[in-house]
């Protein structure tokens, strides 16, 4: 089992900035990819970020809408992952999920959820 806990999110004006972590804990394995996740009601969830493991963090992967304005890090010895989202758009407004996968589980371990919202 995989415990994550998001910390960050809130309200902020259009152009601002925001930063959202995420803290792993539990059974984590070394190889590993997290990351972050989007949804707004009604629609699907997408994927905003991800990052493999490694003690400064692996390969990254961005959706488009948001290459150039968010950056996704992590602390290998801490197990944590941000996401630092600049040059925010109303358009990113939604609930985060912070995410993690391994090749032990064949599912995907979730953290509750942390709102983003950007006025515009």
């Known amino acids: 089992q995989v415990q994550l806990v998001e910390s960050g999110g809130g309200l902020v004006q259009a152009g601002g900035s925001l930063r959202v972590s995420c803290v792993a804990s539990g059974s984590i394995s070394s190889i590993n990819a997290m990351g972050w996740y989007r949804q707004v009601p009604g629609q699907q969830r997408e994927l905003v970020a991800s990052?493999?493991?490694?003690?400064?963090?692996?390969?990254?992967d961005y959706a488009d809408s948001v290459k150039g304005r968010f950056t996704i890090s992590r602390d290998g010895a801490e197990n944590t992952v941000d996401l630092q989202m600049n040059s925010l758009k109303a358009e990113d407004t939604a609930v985060y999920y912070c995410f993690y996968r391994d090749r032990n589980y064949a599912g995907t371990y979730w953290g509750q959820g942390t709102q983003v919202t950007v006025s515009s």
């Open positions: 990052i493999g493991s490694g003690f400064s963090g692996g390969n990254t």
